[in-house]
T-cell receptor, first 111, second 118 residues
Framework: GIQVEQSPPDLILQEGANSTLRCNFS?????LQWFHQNPWGQLINLFY???GTKQNGRLSATTVATERYSLLYISSSQTTDSGVYFC?????????????FGTGTRLTIIP | EAQVTQNPRYLITVTGKKLTVTCSQN?????MSWYRQDPGLGLRQIYY???????DKGDVPEGYKVSRKEKRNFPLILESPSPNQTSLYFC?????????????????FGPGTRLTVL
C-alpha cells in the first residue's frame, strides 16, 4: 500500500515563530488533506489540496503531486496551534475513499 | 451548520455488553466510513459505505458491524465488545461523485467517540 511519511515528528516552537511541516507519499494520489488533531482529540479539516497552493489566514499549504509531497506552513504560531498535524491521502480503490494517514507531526507552541 | 455528529462522545462499558455508536451527517453525502485511532497504529478504516444498503469491510472489520438504511446515518455496532476494542473512533463522510474519472471530494470527520471496554 501507499506510504505516507511526515516530518519532523516533533516540533517545539516559541509563540510567534513560523514552521513548515512536510508530507511525502510514495504513489500517485487522488486526494490529499491536512488535519489538525486538537488536544481533545478532534480532527479539524485544514486543507483539501490534491495539487496547487491554498491559504487560509496564517496557514497555507502546497502540494506538488508530480513530486509526491505536500507542505503545510504555519506563520506567527499561537498556543492554540498546538496539537498533532496529519496529512492523509486517498488512492483509487474501486470507490472506497479510504484515507491513509501519515504518522503526524506533534507541534507544541510555548507562550 | 454542515457537520458530522457522533454519539456518545465518551463511553465506558464492560466486556460483552452490546453497544452502538451513532453517526449522522447533514450534507447529503453518499460516502461514509468508520476509523479507529490507536497509539502507534494511527487511524485505520473499519467499514465504509458508498451509499444506502451498500457497505463493505475496511482494513480492521473484525468485531464490528455496520448498517446504512438511510443516507444520513451510519451506526457502528459492537455486538460483544472486548478490551482490544478500546480506542478513539471517528466517523467520516464525503460526497463521492463516482469512480474513475470523477472528481473526488473532501472528507469530513465527526468529533470522535472515546470508548473504553473493561
Amino acid at each position: 500500500g501507499i506510504q505516507v511519511e511526515q516530518s519532523p515528528p516533533d516540533l517545539i516552537l516559541q509563540e510567534g515563530a513560523n514552521s513548515t511541516l512536510r508530507c511525502n507519499f510514495s504513489d500517485s494520489v487522488n486526494n490529499l488533506q491536512w488535519f489538525h488533531q486538537n488536544p481533545w482529540g478532534q480532527l479539524i479539516n485544514l486543507f483539501y489540496i490534491p495539487s496547487g497552493t491554498k491559504q487560509n489566514g496564517r496557514l497555507s499549504a502546497t502540494t506538488v503531486a508530480t513530486e509526491r509531497y505536500s507542505l503545510l506552513y504555519i506563520s506567527s504560531s499561537q498556543t492554540t496551534d498546538s496539537g498533532v498535524y496529519f496529512c492523509a491521502v486517498e488512492v483509487e480503490d474501486f470507490g472506497n475513499e479510504k484515507l491513509t494517514f501519515g504518522t503526524g507531526t506533534r507541534l507544541t507552541i510555548i507562550p | 451548520e454542515a457537520q458530522v455528529t457522533q454519539n456518545p462522545r465518551y463511553l465506558i462499558t464492560v466486556t460483552g455488553k452490546k453497544l452502538t455508536v451513532t453517526c449522522s451527517q447533514n450534507m447529503n453525502h453518499e460516502y461514509m466510513s468508520w476509523y479507529r485511532q490507536d497509539p502507534g497504529l494511527g487511524l485505520r478504516q473499519i467499514y465504509y459505505s458508498m451509499n444506502v444498503e451498500a457497505t463493505d469491510k475496511g482494513d480492521v472489520p473484525e468485531g464490528y458491524k455496520v448498517s446504512r438504511k438511510e443516507k444520513r446515518n451510519f451506526p457502528l455496532i459492537l455486538e460483544s465488545p472486548s478490551p482490544n476494542q478500546t480506542s478513539l473512533y471517528f466517523c467520516a463522510s464525503s460526497l463521492n461523485l463516482g469512480l474513475a474519472g470523477a472528481t473526488y471530494n473532501e472528507q469530513f470527520f465527526g468529533p470522535g467517540t472515546r470508548l473504553t471496554v473493561l
